[in-house]
């Protein structure tokens, strides 16, 4: 049977969370946990949804698949790895769990990019950097992950500059958000607050 192209969603909640100074996992909205929120929000698009966390007891009861790190300690290019293993699809998208701006227009724009594309992963471009997440990645990479990991490279900006790599330029981006939202990560108090305060001004 042949692999689906697309399908999975994966949502990375490890991070030490020092900078927000309790752990983003439980992060709420309206008092409902983001991380429910993104779940809902994928559910349109995927037919799979993972949660890599080290932490599974925040998710006793969930129908969706939650996984943890194989390779222990290595930052998000960890969770990027145990994602892909468990994924059911060639290409998986990953999302953060301090992503509160999913833009499934976006998610569907990437996916039509990559229809007729052979590459190991798809990120948006920023000033000569790169949106690691709300990306997609492709199984294809486990191997490459392993390597770089062995050799003691954690940064997923050096991994995806050697291997096959689809850009989606800064222009394009910002069609579907021009503000820069559907990459807004909440790392601190002062961003989670800050964000509120939008929603609040929006209502």
């Not at 129908?63 to 222990?72: E, G, N």
């Not at 996916?111 to 000569?128: F, H, I, N, Q, S």
């Not at 330029?169 to 939202?181: I, L, N, T, V, Y």
């Amino acid at each position: 049977m042949t692999m689906k192209r697309f399908g999975t969603a994966v949502i990375l909640a490890g991070g030490k969370s020092t900078r927000m100074g309790f752990d983003k996992q439980l992060l709420k909205i309206d008092e409902r946990r983001l991380i429910d929120n993104l779940r809902n929000k994928l559910r349109q698009e995927f037919d799979e949804i993972i949660v890599v966390t080290n932490n599974s007891e925040y998710y006793l009861g969930f129908s969706d698949k939650i996984t943890k790190d194989i390779i222990v300690g290595e930052g998000p290019l960890s969770g990027i790895h145990a994602g892909l293993v468990e994924a059911k699809s060639q290409y998986v998208y990953f999302v953060a769990c301090d992503m509160p701006n999913i833009d499934i227009e976006y998610i569907r724009y990437l996916k039509r990019e990559l229809r007729e594309l052979d590459v190991k992963a798809c990120v948006t471009r920023y000033k000569g950097w790169i949106e690691a997440f709300n990306a997609f990645y492709s199984k294809d990479m486990i191997e490459d992950i392993e390597q770089h990991l062995s050799g003691n490279q954690r940064s997923i900006n050096s991994l995806v500059a050697k291997i096959y790599t689809h850009y989606i330029e800064e222009k394009k981006a910002r069609e579907f958000s021009p503000d820069w939202g559907m990459f807004l990560n909440l790392n601190t108090k002062a961003d989670l607050n800050e964000f509120l305060e939008a929603i609040e001004a929006n209502d």
